[in-house]
């Protein structure tokens, strides 16, 4: 199959191109232009295209899906320009969605978990209903897929990437304290990157469009759990801090899902998963 895969720099962009290629597909891969340049992103050699814009809508062109990951990633910059998260999130998923229609393609496009609570937490998770929103009204074939806490490699902490797992590793590999602000027991569904792109293939292989499904191990683990069994991994003697306090607005909840959805997919254990991120991130700082 042939791929569009935009947001190629970030974590979860990077890591589905650079293993649906291994897999014998063919892969477009498009960043932000003026974006921030990762290292671990250079191999893919992707090209410097606004999905937003025209020349996006042109690469659709022969490719059987396009799996949009460009966006406003985290909490914390939407709340700083929700303005921008609008358009990020949502504005440039109608883009692709015209092109989808034009070319006969279909668009996968990764939501988050946030965005089913009632009422919405913060203004990261709007904009990523918006983009669901425009998925259900549009009349080309798209499916929104809700992630859990999807973490694995790709995910650089010192390189901006956002998640518990990926700081509490910086900091174990660092041998620095392990800092976990607000409710230390709150929980997340923490998924392995590699079996949530094993997922998005499948979606797309067996054309399962129309659809709004939740990528999920179906596990609740708590933070204190998830930073004792990265320190393991690790080796680590870092302290473990749970300083408490107020967070941001959504911050401070759970989210998980009750059991797994559709489609079923492979999944390794947590800890299994965590171990393999932890041996990627020391071979990653290895690298010239």
Known sequence: MRFLVTGAAGFLGWRSAVLLRERGHEVVAITRPG???RSFSRQLAPQAIDAGGEQARSLVRGCDAVLHFAG???PTSAARDPARAVRENAGTTLNLLEACAEHAAGLVYPSTV???VEPVPDAYALSKRLGELACELHGAPSTVVRCTSVFGPGQIAREGA???IAAFAARALDG???VIPGDPSRTRDFLYVDDAVEALEAIVRNRRWGETIVLARGVATSLIEAAELVRRAAGSS???ETPGGELPPGENESYVVSERE?????VRPLEEAISLYVDWLRAEAQRP
């Open 72 to 74: 406003l990633p985290d």
């Open 35 to 37: 974006g921030v340049e």
């Open 176 to 178: 620095a304290p392990i």
């Open 162 to 164: 956002t998640g518990a």
């Open 114 to 116: 946030r965005a089913a």
């Open 262 to 266: 559709e489609p079923r997919f492979d």
């Open 238 to 240: 870092s302290p473990i």
